[in-house]
Structure formats: structure tokens, C-alpha cells
């Protein structure tokens, strides 16, 4: 689901939630678990989109990795030594595309 | 263009993080990958590389909706033109069209374009490679971007770097590709075209000279003598580059190849194979392009047995527009100068037949003046 997505579903629980405790008579402590479940049930569909948010920066190993060139040199050497001096082009190729 | 260095290639600049709009998004959301392993050959598994081609929808696609919408039908990624033009040339048997079609995809669908490869990345031509850091560029930078594939044309007239020929007069204007050719024309209109010059968003040289017929200017009687009969740019574009003879194939280990026989400097007025109620002028400027009766000959015997029913000489817009060119000093630079039109004898006869309406019958060259 996308991250619009995600909070559109939390939005219409929120919505179906009220409506609920509006229509249905209940006893103070389930009214009171309730909703205690309820936000918890909201905070646990909000929360993918909150890492989301942050997994570019957080938790993320492409970011970390992307974001180092040494390390980014040292692997792209080792990929160059596995692949060898294969050629990528023709060497046929004459004249401008 | 000089390639970048492998890791230049693929170094993030963690800048990205901030992008409001776009920084937001777990790499994984659109190159797939594992974010949660740490081993970079594990973690790999399954990334898309290009995850806005061929189809973007579900990443550039679920904002830009307005924009992907016609991606399809933007010619950087259909290439219809060249499909259509070839397919008219090629043979109408089954067998031997499907095997013209299957070098065509081979060779020719490499170079496309995409959101990525416009906005993001380089093109794939000089070994792709992040602009600059995976920042979403606005505006696709001109040298890295549209002449790293409109190089050996477009590029070298307008950045002027065909010997002894000045850059594009806009060019010195500090105008990039994108003053002209704007965000509508590039991402293409829902609408099928068959030739680059019928796509409607794109310029006109009057978007902006409308003055040029106005009493007041310096040049109005020059300029509505020759309205819509002779093209901006035969009197304006300065000589450019032509190609001939392109053929395809593999060599020994598979790889693919193509060479390209000559390219020679030149400048034709030839008569205008596309004359439309849009686009009246009679003459226009023509260049050679690369193609030939035996550009699949590797794969096919005679592939391109209707190889005549369009020209070699096409209608041509050349990027080095100046004020004042060799052809337009005076009145009879031109008039009676048999040597800018595309005469009989400057078609090679194996070219004859196919270029039979571009070719100036000398009745047409316009007369010497004499008040001149």
C-alpha cells in the first residue's frame, strides 16, 4: 500500500471508530477499552507510514551504503575485478550515432 | 562526455533525504531490493534499475499522474517515428518485415529516454550514471541530458562545434533545449504521431520573431517576399552535418555494432517533403540521414525492398541559427546560386528514385535579380 494509502485506511478506522461509539450503547470500561485498542489499532497503521518517512535517513542499508563513497568505490572495484576486462561495447562500432 | 567514475555512477548525495517531495520514499519503493540486508550482493536481489521505464505509473506515476499519462506517447519513449519510417521502407512479406523489425528493436530501442533518464540519471549513450547525487533535476541539464543523445547533430551546431561554424545565435541568448522545447512537448500529448515534426507542442520560430513582418522592421520586405515559400531556416542556419550509410550487426562475440560511412558538412535547399497547410514553405533545408538499402542486410537479404518510398534528404531545422549567414549576405547569394540547391547531380544514383520530390528541378531555382 502506498504511504497515502496507508493513512487513508487509519482516516476511514478513525471515521468508523466515532461513528461507532455513537450508535452502539456500551459500559464506561469497554467504551473505555475500547478505545484504548482503537488508538492503539491507529497508531499501528500510522506507524508504517511514519518509517516510511524516515527509512530513507533511518534503517535503511541502500541510503547508508549510496551515501559512502568509500564504500561505494571499494565495491564497485570489486565488481570491476569480477567482471574482469570484459568489453561492454563492440569495438566494430565506426562513425557517430 | 567524459564517463563518470563507477561510484560517481551510483553515490547518493544524502541531500536526497530532504527533498520534501520525494525524499520521503524508501529507495526500495521504487527500485525494489531489500533495505533491511547488509550485504550489498544479497540486498540487490530483484532491484530495477530503471523503475520509471517502460512503464512509470506505479512510481513517477502515482503523483504525477497528469504527467505519465502520456508517457506512451512521448516519442523519447514510443520511437514511433522511427518504427514508422522504417516499417514503410521495409518489405511487406511477413517473414522478412518480422526480421527488419527484430534488428530495428535491437539496434534502434536502445536509445530511449525515460522520466529517470531525463530528470535523474544520464542517458544510457554515455554510460548513464547519477546527475547529480539522484537530486531530481526541473530541468534536465542541457550537455548531460538532451546532446548526450542529440549529440552528433543537434549538439554540435547549436553548442558550434562543427569547425569554422559559430554556435546557435540562442545558444549565445544563454537559452538551454528547454526555453523552446517545453515540459508539454517532451512529455508527449496522448497522441500518435508519425514524424517529429507534426507534434504540435512543439516551437515555432514565430512563437517569438512575430516582429520580423512588422512595418517598423529593418527586414519586413525581405521577410514577407519569402513567407511561407522559403523556411526560416534556409536563410538563417548555417551548413551542417549530414550522414550516410548506416549499417548494423554483431561481431565475433556477439556484441552489437553499427558503422556509420561518412559524414560530410553541408548545406541543401531541397523542396519541402512534408508541405502541410502548418508548414507552406516550398523550401525548406534537407539533410542526409543515415539510412540505406542494406542497413539490416547482416540479418535480412533486402530487407528494405520499399526503401524508396521516402527520401534520404529530409526535412532538416538545423540548430545553428545566425542573423547573418554565407547564403543570405545578398539578394543573389542565393538567387541563381545553383550550388545551395539539391540538384540531381548531388544524389547518389542508388538514391535517386527515393529522393525524386526533394530533389530542386532547376526551373525552380529562383532567378538572378538584377536590382541586386
Known amino acids: 500500500m502506498s504511504r497515502q494509502g496507508v493513512m487513508q485506511a487509519a482516516g476511514n478506522a478513525l471515521a468508523f471508530a466515532v461513528q461507532d461509539q455513537r450508535r452502539i450503547k456500551m459500559k464506561p470500561i469497554i467504551k473505555y477499552?475500547?478505545?484504548?485498542?482503537?488508538?492503539?489499532?491507529?497508531?499501528?497503521?500510522?506507524?508504517?507510514?511514519?518509517?516510511?518517512?524516515?527509512?530513507?535517513?533511518?534503517?535503511?542499508?541502500?541510503f547508508t551504503c549510496h551515501t559512502n563513497a568509500r564504500k561505494l568505490i571499494q565495491i564497485t572495484r570489486e565488481i570491476?575485478?569480477?567482471?574482469?576486462?570484459?568489453?561492454?561495447?563492440?569495438a566494430e562500432t565506426e562513425g557517430e550515432g | 562526455m567524459e564517463p563518470l567514475a563507477p561510484h560517481e555512477k551510483i553515490f547518493v548525495d544524502s541531500e536526497f533525504a530532504e527533498d520534501e517531495n520525494h525524499g520521503a520514499l524508501g529507495c526500495h519503493?521504487?527500485?525494489?531490493?531489500?533495505?533491511?540486508?547488509?550485504?550489498?550482493?544479497?540486498?540487490?536481489?530483484?532491484?530495477?534499475?530503471?523503475?520509471?521505464?517502460?512503464?512509470?505509473?506505479?512510481?513517477?506515476g502515482t503523483c504525477h499522474d497528469d504527467i505519465a499519462e502520456n508517457y506512451e506517447t512521448s516519442f523519447h519513449v514510443s520511437l514511433a517515428p522511427s518504427k514508422k519510417m522504417i516499417n514503410m521502407?521495409?518489405?511487406?512479406?511477413?517473414?522478412?518485415?518480422?526480421?527488419?523489425?527484430?534488428?530495428?528493436?535491437?539496434?534502434?530501442?536502445?536509445?530511449?529516454?525515460?522520466?529517470?533518464?531525463?530528470?535523474?540519471?544520464?542517458?544510457?549513450?554515455?554510460?548513464?550514471?547519477?546527475?547529480?547525487?539522484h537530486l531530481f533535476q526541473k530541468r534536465p541539464p542541457m550537455q548531460e541530458v538532451c546532446t548526450a543523445?542529440?549529440?552528433?547533430?543537434?549538439?554540435?551546431?547549436?553548442?558550434g562545434e562543427i569547425e569554422g561554424v559559430?554556435?546557435?545565435?540562442?545558444?549565445?541568448?544563454?537559452?538551454?533545449?528547454?526555453?523552446?522545447?517545453?515540459?508539454?512537448?517532451?512529455?508527449?500529448d496522448g497522441k500518435d504521431?508519425?514524424?517529429?515534426?507534426?507534434?504540435?507542442?512543439?516551437?515555432?520560430?514565430?512563437?517569438?520573431?512575430?516582429?520580423?513582418?512588422d512595418a517598423k522592421s529593418e527586414n519586413a520586405k525581405n521577410h514577407w517576399i519569402h513567407k511561407d515559400q522559403v523556411s526560416c531556416h534556409v536563410c538563417h542556419s548555417m551548413p551542417y552535418n549530414n550522414c550516410t550509410s548506416c549499417h548494423v550487426g554483431k561481431d565475433k562475440q556477439g556484441l552489437k555494432f553499427y558503422k556509420i560511412k561518412g559524414s560530410f558538412i553541408d548545406f541543401k535547399i531541397g523542396i519541402n517533403p512534408l508541405r502541410t497547410e502548418k508548414r507552406p514553405e516550398r523550401f525548406v533545408t534537407v539533410r542526409h540521414i543515415p539510412v540505406d538499402q542494406g542497413t539490416f542486410k547482416f540479418y535480412v537479404k533486402n530487407g528494405l525492398t520499399n526503401f524508396?518510398?521516402?527520401p534520404t534528404w529530409k526535412l532538416a531545422t538545423p540548430h545553428n541559427v545566425r542573423r547573418k549567414t554565407p547564403q543570405n549576405k545578398t539578394c543573389n547569394a542565393c538567387h541563381g546560386n545553383e550550388d545551395l540547391f539539391l540538384l540531381k547531380k548531388d544524389v547518389k544514383r542508388e538514391y535517386l528514385k527515393a529522393n525524386k520530390d526533394v530533389i530542386v528541378p532547376p526551373n525552380l531555382i529562383p532567378e538572378k535579380r538584377r536590382d541586386d
Open chain 2, 89 to 133: 521502407r521495409a518489405d511487406p512479406d511477413k517473414a522478412v518485415h518480422s526480421k527488419v523489425d527484430a534488428a530495428r528493436e535491437s539496434h534502434c530501442n536502445a536509445c530511449h529516454s525515460s522520466c529517470g533518464q531525463c530528470h535523474i540519471s544520464r542517458p544510457e549513450s554515455v554510460e548513464g550514471g547519477l546527475l547529480d547525487g
Open chain 1, 33 to 62: 477499552g475500547a478505545s484504548i485498542v482503537l488508538t492503539l489499532a491507529v497508531f499501528l497503521l500510522v506507524l508504517p507510514a511514519r518509517h516510511a518517512a524516515w527509512s530513507a535517513q533511518e534503517e535503511n542499508h541502500c
Open chain 2, 308 to 310: 524508396d518510398k521516402l
Open chain 1, 80 to 90: 570491476a575485478k569480477a567482471r574482469g576486462d570484459k568489453p561492454g561495447a563492440s
Open chain 2, 166 to 188: 559559430p554556435p546557435d545565435i540562442h545558444k549565445q541568448k544563454y537559452f538551454k533545449c528547454d526555453k523552446c522545447h517545453k515540459a508539454d512537448e517532451m512529455h508527449g
Open chain 2, 149 to 159: 543523445c542529440h549529440g552528433s547533430r543537434i549538439g554540435k551546431e547549436y553548442l
Open chain 2, 193 to 213: 504521431y508519425a514524424n517529429r515534426y507534426d507534434v504540435e507542442n512543439g516551437p515555432k520560430c514565430l512563437d517569438c520573431h512575430k516582429d520580423i513582418y
Open chain 2, 29 to 60: 519503493e521504487c527500485h525494489g531490493g531489500n533495505p533491511k540486508d547488509p550485504n550489498w550482493k544479497t540486498a540487490h536481489k530483484g532491484v530495477i534499475k530503471d523503475p520509471s521505464y517502460p512503464d512509470p505509473s506505479s512510481t513517477c
